[in-house]
DNA sequence: TTGGTTTCGGAACACCATGTCCGTTACCGA
DNA sequence: TCGGTAACGGACATGGTGTTCCGAAACCAA
């Protein structure tokens, strides 16, 4: 069920299930979807997809497998920085996504393990990060994987409304409301002499609450 | 398919089917069980279960049915008030909720529907009190409805960890996170005025970033 | 208790989607 | 050009679904 340098055949059903299958699940719900519809939209024989994926669920996996490959490279790589999350990155991924595959993806409810992959990715990403690099200002009675875990959710629950409204906002200006909505409850967690310091330059302005 | 003054028989085979259910979907994904199963553990026949329910989905629906219109009655009650969510009281429902139906069912992958008809009633709630209460001291650039999106999925997704991870903490102890953690950023919306007035005492503590 | 009504249960059934196997055809790479 | 590999269509076994029929059992009201 892999292929390492696949015939150009091979590529060709690949690509055409993987369409078939992104116009499909932007249709329907998932499990509304026959194999059969794959086969007919995709007009590729019944053998032929059997002999590039084990199900239905497999050609989910395949998408869902690759497109989080990018985001985790993308998130992983601003862990490794200051930066607790690489929102506007995502954002502007989400946005700049020329494939309507993942829109397409997001918007549809057989997305519920990507969201739910993005969230421990994430998730994990940040706990590193605040770990890593602000244990000495953090001190606060609440847990660091809770932290984690509700900023990770505030972000994607942003970034799946936006997704769902088709995108309404540049993605400068989503960057801005999640970094005004859902961080200042975690700054404030974090000792006041280095508020000024990473992240965003926009917290003291914030903490002000003078430009609003 | 509805009971309006049910016979004791389809009372004891609606309670037996749920019951079955709810040990089922704690045990596998929902996808993977079957009706067979079902009819196995309520010890009930095929024909009885089909006189009842549509399908296995409707059994699903019916459940989560009923489990929401009681978390949706005591969202709109406390929309009443100025308080934009009692998550205090949902905190404390999930927590003292006797049957298990409850926690395994947010537990299972089956709960996707729950979380987002939660999300969606939740949302409408804070949006409505947002604009019935805190209209005009509520100036700035982000519209209400992502604030009310952006709030409900913050406290879902806290709610979501805390039945996930065996509540480990008690009710008011999460309360007391999710106000620390998501609602500056929704204060800060709100003009300096009215900052100590409603929701919540803790207000001016968090703000002053002392007691941490 | 009785008698009419409703539900239950079991077996058999048609239906449909799934996943596999075959021989043949078309295409690819070298 | 030629050997290998993938696509194809059709047929097939499998397994879960939802329905039907009918006798037995449980219910409820009188």
């Known amino acids: 069920m892999k292929q390492e340098k696949a015939d150009r055949r091979s590529q060709r059903t690949r690509r055409l299930v993987s369409a ?3 116009e499909l699940v932007a249709e329907m719900p998932y499990d509304k979807i026959l194999v059969q519809d794959i086969l007919d939209r995709a ?30 490279r993308q998130i992983d790589r601003a862990a490794t920085g200051q930066r607790l999350i690489p929102s506007l990155e995502l954002f502007e991924h989400a946005y700049h996504s020329q494939n309507q595959q993942l829109r397409a993806l997001m918007q549809s409810r057989a997305s519920d393990f990507l969201w739910e992959a993005l969230q421990v990715a994430l998730c994990r990403a940040i706990e590193s990060a605040l770990t890593t690099h602000w244990t000495e200002k953090y001190s606060s009675p609440i847990p660091v994987p809770v932290v984690s875990e509700y900023l990770a959710g505030a972000f994607l629950t942003l970034l799946k409304w936006w997704v769902t409204a088709d995108m309404p906002y ?43």
């Open 20 to 22: 078939a299958f992104a």
């Open 170 to 212: 540049p993605p400068e200006q989503m960057e801005r409301i999640f970094q005004q909505l859902a961080l200042p409850g975690v700054w404030a967690l974090l000792t006041e002499s280095e508020q000024k310091a990473g992240i965003d330059a926009d917290v003291p302005t914030l903490l002000s609450r003078t430009h609003l």
């Open 43 to 72: 007009g590729i024989g019944r053998t032929t997809f059997y002999a590039h994926y084990f199900d239905k669920e497999d050609v989910l996996n395949s998408i869902i497998e690759q497109e989080l490959e990018l985001l985790t």
